[in-house]
């Protein structure tokens, strides 16, 4: 079955850095577009950003100037590095993969187990 495990997550401080990974297993990742999505306590999941399996990247208000999200075909592995970090960071983060036809075929869509980020002093 198709597999994403993120890893990267941890405790910081208010700006440092971190540099999430999701890795991408039995999936024909480059025909897939990526994103990482984020969900913190008594909120819904919101898109932080996105990589199509073209290489356009689409990015929230909330990451412009603060994340750069990209891919590595060769390892099946979509990155998301996160600079200058603060509390509002503070989430699950959660990889996801999706195919989508058009409809000339079929759609598919996959999501990680999440890893956790905490920003605190």
């Known amino acids: 079955q198709v597999q994403l495990v993120e890893s990267g997550g941890g405790l910081v401080q208010p700006g440092e850095s971190l540099r999430l990974s999701c890795a991408a297993s039995?999936?024909?990742?480059?025909?897939?577009?990526m994103g990482w999505y984020r969900q913190a306590p008594g909120k819904q999941r919101e898109l932080v950003a996105s990589?199509?399996?073209?290489?356009?990247?689409n990015y929230a208000d909330i990451a412009k100037g603060r994340c750069t999200i990209s891919r590595d075909n060769t390892q099946n592995t979509v990155y998301l590095q996160m600079n200058d970090l603060n509390a509002e960071d503070t989430a699950a983060y959660y990889c996801?993969?999706?195919?989508?036809?058009?409809?000339?075929?079929?759609?598919?869509?996959?999501w990680g187990q999440g890893t956790q980020v905490t920003v605190s002093s």
């Open positions: 039995r999936i024909t990742f480059n025909i897939y577009d």
């Open positions: 990589i199509t399996s073209g290489g356009i990247t």
């Open positions: 996801n993969a999706a195919f989508v036809s058009a409809g000339f075929g079929t759609d598919y869509e996959y």
